[in-house]
């Protein structure tokens, strides 16, 4: 073991014990459920080929968001006028929705509720404003789509760090690279007032091997390392991120690098995946098989953290993780998984059917997952199933093309489509509403 490794796990074991993880699943929650056991770290390499294969895909046209050609035209409707939206029963079947679709000129990365509409980040590869690569578009019915009046310093010439609400505000980040690599920082609060900077204070990495930026209800965070293998750590805290001194996630000995393929050494972590749960943060780390360092970290304000000893091997990509009310579930080595207490413990979950899929949402009328859409060269069609418990499901569109940015919300099911394979693509946006 390294003296690094050492320092890092003398430090986990001495500010935050396992009787410190049971006594916060106690604060926050109150459950029963055991703790998943982790059989070893082998399969971590899988899900990081996995992961970084799926972002690559993304970017140039598998699952094809940015392949081909999108076309220009402006949405049309292309069925009738749901009807009146009623709650959804404990077991929804395939003839409780009523679905529309329309074309658009991109695929829809993500998309969520903003301000009494719908803002997606679409990207495509024509260009729509003129030289966009991505942008953020607005709708009322989900259908009809055009540019948001304020858009991000990205759109246009990048694809920016993700979006994300919090506070009542959108937030966004990118990497300009201008002279070196600086993250900056955005927020929008109303639609009209423009978009404001956020002070990111501190020093920043001279380099960036990989950057995350997350959002959610506890908060705001940035995480970056720098291709010498250092961390730098920043938080929301009085308006500006502040940087984070300490803690396990600064003494994590991870691998020097470049890119999404660094060279990695004896107990080194070479990858993590950051993730905005309901009221905190989990980020799951990919280490050497010789590392001696904790599965995962959690947080529920991004300076004290929580080493996860036993975590299950997860496919961590692009809408991997489904979040609602403090539930998690994820796909990974074995299955379904599922976690009650926001990500700190995880149990395997029995479906009454054989689900082939790598990323699921969720939300008020219930879990929603492309099933089939398991390989990164995958192409469709297929089912998109939805679940009440993640144990039972039910198909609620069948043969649905290429799904990505998937969005579930009280009276609505929208996710963005693609059609064409490797060669022209056509985008599509669906949404389908519960039925009376």
Same mark, same amino acid.
């Given at each position: 073991m390294s003296d690094l490794s050492m =320092?890092? !796990?003398?430090?986990?074991?001495?500010?935050?014990?396992?009787?410190?993880?049971? !006594?916060?699943?106690?604060?926050?929650?109150?459950?029963?459920?055991?703790?998943v056991t982790r059989a070893s770290r082998q399969p971590h390499r899988l899900r990081t080929a996995i992961a970084v294969a799926t972002m690559t895909i993304l970017a140039v046209g598998g699952l094809f968001l940015l392949g081909g050609r999108g076309r220009s035209t402006d949405p049309a409707v292309t069925s009738t006028p749901p009807s009146p939206t009623t709650s959804l029963p404990a077991s929804p079947a395939l003839d409780l929705f009523q679905w529309q679709s329309a074309e658009l000129p991109g695929g829809l990365a993500s998309i969520l509720e903003f301000d009494g509409s719908y803002v997606a980040h679409l990207v %495509?590869?024509?260009?729509?404003?003129?030289?966009? @690569?991505?942008? &953020?578009?607005?709708?009322?019915?989900? &259908?009809?789509?055009?540019?948001?009046?304020?858009?991000?310093?990205?759109?246009? =010439?990048?694809?920016?760090?993700?979006?994300?609400?919090? $506070?009542?505000?959108?937030?966004? @980040?990118?990497?300009?690279?201008?002279?070196?690599? #600086?993250?900056?920082?955005? !927020? &929008?609060? %109303?639609?009209?007032?423009?978009?404001?900077?956020?002070?990111?204070? $501190? +020093?920043?990495? +001279?380099?960036?091997r990989d950057v995350w930026f997350v959002a959610g209800?506890?908060?705001?965070?940035?995480? *970056?390392?720098? #291709? %010498?293998? #250092?961390?730098?750590?920043?938080?929301?805290?009085?308006?500006?991120?502040?940087?984070?001194?300490g803690g396990p996630l600064s003494a994590l000995p991870f691998a020097a690098g470049e890119g999404d393929w660094p060279i990695s050494g004896d107990g080194l972590v070479y990858r993590a995946e950051m993730i905005a749960t309901e009221r905190g943060f989990l980020v799951v780390l990919a280490a050497?098989?010789?590392?001696?360092?904790?599965?995962?970290?959690?947080?529920?304000?991004?300076?004290?953290? *929580?080493?996860?000893?036993?975590?299950?091997?997860?496919? &961590?990509?692009?809408?991997?993780? $489904?979040?609602?009310?403090?539930?998690?579930?994820?796909?990974?080595?074995?299955?379904?998984?599922?976690?009650?207490?926001?990500?700190? !413990?995880?149990?395997?979950?029995?479906?009454?059917?054989?689900?082939?899929?790598?990323?699921?949402?969720? $939300?008020p009328l219930g879990w929603i997952v492309p099933d089939g859409q398991a390989g990164i060269f995958w192409d469709g069609p297929t089912d998109l199933l939805i679940s009440a418990d993640g144990e039972h499901w039910d198909v609620a569109l069948e043969d649905v093309p290429v799904v990505h940015g998937m969005l579930v919300t009280d009276d609505a099911v929208v996710f963005g489509a693609s059609r064409g394979g490797w060669g022209p693509v056509t985008y599509e946006v669906w949404i389908g509403r519960p039925t009376g």
């Open positions: =320092h890092v !796990r003398e430090y986990v074991e001495a500010e935050v014990s396992p009787v410190d993880v049971d !006594r916060l699943v106690e604060r926050l929650y109150a459950t029963d459920e055991p703790v %495509t590869a024509d260009g729509y404003p003129s030289d966009a @690569a991505s942008w &953020l578009v607005t709708s009322i019915d989900g &259908l009809n789509w055009a540019p948001l009046l304020e858009q991000p310093q990205w759109a246009g =010439h990048g694809q920016g760090l993700g979006v994300y609400p919090h $506070g009542g505000s959108l937030w966004t @980040a990118t990497v300009v690279h201008d002279g070196g690599p #600086e993250i900056t920082v955005e !927020r &929008l609060d %109303t639609v009209g007032l423009g978009w404001f900077p956020v002070r990111v204070e $501190g +020093s920043q990495p +001279s380099s960036i209800e506890a908060g705001v965070l940035l995480f *970056a390392i720098d #291709e %010498t293998g #250092e961390p730098f750590l920043w938080v929301l805290e009085r308006g500006a991120l502040r940087p984070v001194e050497d098989d010789a590392a001696d360092l904790p599965a995962a970290l959690y947080s529920n304000d991004g300076r004290l953290w *929580a080493s996860i000893a036993d975590m299950p091997d997860l496919w &961590l990509t692009a809408h991997s993780l $489904g979040a609602h009310r403090g539930r998690l579930m994820s796909f990974g080595e074995g299955g379904l998984y599922r976690s009650i207490d926001d990500g700190l !413990r995880w149990t395997r979950v029995e479906t009454d059917r054989d689900i082939a899929a790598m990323s699921i949402t969720a $939300g």
